[in-house]
């Protein structure tokens, strides 16, 4: 390029706009990719639209990267798509590790396109590019040449290769030395036929690393059985030593470093004992390694007839069959990835995988299903226009966001100004007729309403984006973890505004890792806990009232109540007797600051910083986090987000000459009482029984310390009974004004907050009034008068929530509903 | 002199607006005259209805609608530790928008807006007691008066920091 592309700024625009759609693409793609995966290892055959998609999501890519001369990144999709192509025409069995290829691809052009964003041009990558491609194209060889069969087979370099240039699409015979050659039309400008020497040169230099690594670690570790830090080494060491080789084609070597690895991870989970015996078996195993290693170095052959002998050795440990007749015809190319969903470690039972999937919900997203039907626009069981939103048919706009911003503050605005020339006070005034009137303010009113359904809904976006970006993080996570992970995505469809989403992905990240880290057990755990070994694991999207509520469900093995309690003791975080704390309070304990219980610490898990910032962020859009969990059940993570965050219905009501409005939603039942319902126990704290049920008052200007001049008494105004979550309180108003559509203002932040109040609004006559957050004034009362006592009602209690009613302390009141009754009975006498 | 070069170097700093500098919307609390840059200052409205809201300062009287802005009041008076005074039809609302922050200030009345060079502003007493003082940027002679001129930033944020971590406020 010889002018700077960045000043001109309409080319800006097209970058940007290029930028946006390659990101779009890439996010549709990448869980396609991974569904490519799992059907191909379940069923053996592909999803031809899926293929296809994806191929057509690559070509985009790279069409649009070439018309903008990013060569970099056409380069690569240029790859990416022939090797697609390849799957595409039944060309060659896609297996795992081709996946990791076109994972690495797309987390690579991300990258390149966050370079772009800022810098206007994608070079400087090269190096990284060619890497990929390399190994792309290398993938592409070796399927050419013979497919899936293991390339163990014969000598470790696929056999050379003649090369077509791009225009060729009719097959040509390629001199294949053994195995059939699966013919290709190959369009690839200069392509290196057969592994490098320079690649089996890194590869040996790289392994023998590794496998030194590996024995020091295995040594140390001898001496010291419970060193953690050698155990990751070794771990670790043939980890990626079992890669290079899948990669090379190294069958035999890859077996045997995976046999390694799982008895590496067995030590790992402490379910088998380090002792010399075991590590001399896997240090024979390095010196097989480290003897062929040489040996491919100097040209001869990988294979390593020992290898079934070897692994039977440690088949004593594993218990289970490292060496395992694949059912699919891929011994060895496929590298780590297995271990989602076919680790050799466990009892092979890859048909068992799609039972373990889930049957009956109906129309649950199982990610895991390989049938037609998972298809990702298929599944949604909304309507049309969610379909478009992941399809590649979409009628679509760009707008800028602040644009719609703009927009929907007017809508706002418009509704407050509405509602003052609706409700102005100046009509009350006015003698005649006004019918005519009152029939054009209701057609303005319908008009202001579906305005501004329209315009929420407008930033109103599926959270299919955002999940299905977690399908990546589930799988790569998993294998990190070393466990099988089974995900089921459920109401992707549900729609949720434009900052929701982006205050969300953080937190689910963290707490998705918090239950694949810590929550699901390993697969020999969970045999041994009498489940299978697969966890489960669940995002799921719901409307519930008026909001969203998002679950994380595994069934792994719940919270340890003892841990969090002991831990927070240790770290002084608890500020009453442990004893005192509800189940529920306690899983609040580890959104603490500082906090955690992990003993080990994998990678960002386990440092405390996670849950904290987790619920900053769901409180940052007014939401709150909902934990449930059972030990070795599992554990529910429940966001609840407002849905609308701006207009909700409130009930405007008066307190002296202060108005308040709470959300009608919170509302249970307002009625007036009579003195034979009223109870004050000796702290004047007023208690007002409605059927069966007793309940405290609250007097909000008492609460909120604002002066008042009198006290009524509790039977000259109205009761309303409000909850949140289960708790019940009453308010004690002096009148109820009524019910209307209420934009939520926030009170400036000079003012700072106040935990009952969660904002403002405008009324129609242009008073203000203040909004009353129901739980947090709940809370707020149980925080000032610990004589307080918050009924917790069974029936709104969700299963599973050990019911502990907030009876604390020494009035000897139950909350319960029998006892009570009686209670009051003996008192009151009339 | 290096108190001179002080009061200059700020102004310097504050050149961006220069077309405001040295203008400064007066007010009265009490006998005194007061004044702060009318570079801040948005509008100017008579006293309305103030809501109330828990758990403030005291200064802080609530918050008022604004052309459907809800935005928060400081009562000068309280803020300078002087006793309240009722409010009257020539208490106004002095609108001042501070790094994107919106206040309004309760002032007993406004008076104008003059122009005070620089070589008629001189720093502060050193000798300070009371709290109000803290807030004095200097003092502008005009004419036969003296208006005492004030830091707006310190105004409204002085102390608040302490405030917030004292009260239940900083949730």
């Known amino acids: 390029m010889s002018y700077d592309i960045g000043q001109d700024d309409e080319q800006r625009e097209i970058l940007l706009g290029f930028i946006e759609e390659g990101r779009e693409m890439i996010d549709e793609a990448e869980p396609l990719i991974i569904e490519l995966e799992q059907s191909a290892e379940n069923e053996g055959e592909l999803d031809l639209e899926m293929i296809n998609t994806v191929f057509r999501l690559f070509h985009s890519l790279k069409g649009g990267a070439g018309f903008l001369d990013l060569t970099t990144i056409s380069g690569l999709t240029h790859e990416a798509e022939t090797l697609l192509d390849m799957f595409r025409k039944g060309e060659g069995q896609l297996q795992s590790h081709h996946i990791d290829l076109m994972n690495r691809s797309c987390d690579f052009l991300r990258s390149l396109l966050d370079q772009i964003e800022t810098e206007y041009h994608d070079h400087g990558k090269e190096e990284e590019a060619a890497e990929i491609k390399e190994e792309i194209r290398l993938a592409i060889e070796v399927l050419k040449s013979g497919g899936d069969t293991a390339p163990a087979k014969e000598t470790e370099a696929p056999p050379a290769a003649k090369v077509k240039s791009a225009s060729e699409a009719d097959q040509q015979p390629e001199p294949a030395e053994e195995t059939s050659a699966v013919e290709a039309p190959m369009s690839l400008e200069d392509f290196q036929l057969t592994i490098s020497p320079e690649m089996v040169a890194t590869f040996v230099n790289e392994g023998s690393e590794q496998l030194e690594k590996a024995e020091e670690a295995l040594l140390g570790l001898e001496k010291q059985p419970d060193d953690s830090e050698q155990i990751q080494q070794a771990f670790r060491a043939f980890h990626s030593f079992k890669g290079n080789s899948g990669f090379l084609g190294y069958g035999d070597m890859e077996k045997l470093s995976h046999g390694a690895e799982s008895v590496l991870d067995l030590f790992r989970e402490g379910q088998l004992e380090p002792t010399s015996k075991v590590i001399n078996h896997i240090l024979e195993i390095i010196d097989f390694l480290r003897s062929t290693l040489i040996g491919v170095g100097n040209g001869k052959s990988a294979n390593i007839p020992a290898t079934p002998g070897l692994l039977h050795l440690l088949e004593d440990y594993t218990g289970t069959t490292l060496v395992k007749p694949k059912k699919q015809a891929e011994p060895t190319p496929s590298t780590e990835p297995e271990s989602v969903e076919e680790v050799a470690i466990v009892e092979p039972e890859p048909e068992a995988e799609p039972p373990v999937v889930q049957q009956e919900k109906p129309a649950p997203k199982s990610v895991a299903k390989p049938t037609s039907s998972a298809k990702p626009t298929k599944d949604s069981a909304g309507a049309d226009d969610t379909k478009k939103a992941s399809t590649q048919q979409r009628q679509s706009v760009r707008v800028d966001v602040e644009k719609l911003d703009v927009l929907l503050d007017l809508v706002g605005e418009l509704v407050i100004s509405e509602a003052m020339v609706a409700q102005n006070p100046d009509l009350k005034d006015v003698d005649i007729p006004m019918d005519r009137f009152e029939k054009a303010v209701m057609q303005l009113d319908k008009i202001t309403r579906d305005l501004q359904d329209i315009s929420m809904s407008i930033r109103m976006t599926p959270l299919s984006g955002t999940f299905r970006r977690m399908v990546r993080l589930v799988r790569d996570l998993s294998q990190k973890a070393g466990k099988k992970v089974d995900l089921k995505i459920i109401g992707e469809e549900t729609e949720v505004d434009k900052t929701v989403i982006e205050q969300i992905t953080d937190p689910l990240v963290h707490i998705i890792r918090n239950a694949i880290d810590h929550g699901l057990e390993t697969p020999d755990d969970r045999v041994a806990a009498g489940k299978g070994p697969t966890g489960s694991l669940t995002l799921e999207a719901k409307y519930v009232g008026g909001e969203v509520w998002i679950n994380i469900v595994d069934d792994g093995r719940g919270l340890n109540k003892e841990r969090i309690l002991n831990k927070a003791i240790e770290r002084g975080l608890l500020d009453k007797d442990p004893s005192e704390y509800r189940d529920d309070e306690i899983w609040q304990i580890i959104f603490l600051p500082g906090f955690s219980t992990a003993e080990k610490v994998t990678d960002v898990s386990g440092r405390g910083v996670g849950m904290d910032v987790v619920r900053r962020n769901i409180e940052n859009i007014r939401g709150k986090i909902d934990i449930r969990s059972t030990p070795g059940g599992g554990s529910v993570f429940t966001l609840r987000i407002p849905l609308t965050l701006a207009i909700i219905d409130g009930m405007i009501f008066r307190v002296g000459n202060d108005r308040y409005t709470l959300s009608i939603t919170t509302i249970r039942e307002s009625l007036q009482v009579t003195p034979n319902m009223i109870t004050q126990t000796m702290d004047g704290q007023e208690i007002i029984r409605v059927r069966e049920n007793l309940f405290p008052v609250i007097r909000l200007h008492e609460l909120l310390d604002i002066n008042r001049k009198s006290r009524p008494p509790l039977t000259e105004g109205i009761i309303m009974i409000v909850e949140d979550e289960g708790r019940v309180i009453c308010l004690f108003v002096d009148e109820l004004l009524g019910q209307q559509q209420i934009v939520i203002k926030g009170l400036s932040e000079y003012i700072g907050n106040h935990p009952c109040i969660s904002g403002c609004t405008i009324l129609g006559d242009g008073d203000i009034s203040l909004i009353l957050d129901v739980a947090g004034t709940i809370s707020f009362a149980e925080q000032i008068s610990p004589s307080l006592q918050v009924t917790v009602d069974v029936e709104t209690l969700q299963e599973g929530q050990k019911d502990k009613s907030g009876s604390k302390g020494g009035n000897g009141k139950k909350s319960a509903d029998d006892q009570p009754a009686e209670v009051v009975e003996a008192k009151k006498e009339d | ?171």
């Open chain 2, 1 to 171: 002199m290096s108190d001179e070069l002080d009061v200059k170097h700020e102004d310097l700093m504050e050149e961006e607006e220069d077309t405001q500098l040295g203008k400064y919307l007066t007010f009265k609390i009490g006998e005194e005259e007061y004044g702060f840059g009318i570079r801040f200052v948005t509008e100017i409205i008579g006293i309305q209805r103030v809501t109330e809201v828990p758990d403030v300062p005291v200064y802080i009287k609530g918050v008022i609608n604004l052309r459907g802005k809800v935005i928060p009041v400081v009562d000068v008076r309280l803020r300078f530790g002087m006793l309240e005074r009722e409010y009257d039809e020539r208490t106004c609302i002095i609108v001042v928008n501070l790094d994107n922050s919106v206040v309004g200030l309760i002032v007993d009345s406004v008076s104008e807006v003059i122009n005070i060079p620089d070589n008629d502003i001189e720093h502060p007493p050193q000798v300070n007691k009371g709290k109000g003082s803290q807030y004095i940027e200097g003092l502008g002679k005009v004419e036969q008066e003296v208006k005492i001129l004030l830091d707006i930033q310190r105004l409204l944020y002085d102390e608040e920091i302490e405030k917030a971590a004292g009260s239940a406020s900083a949730e």
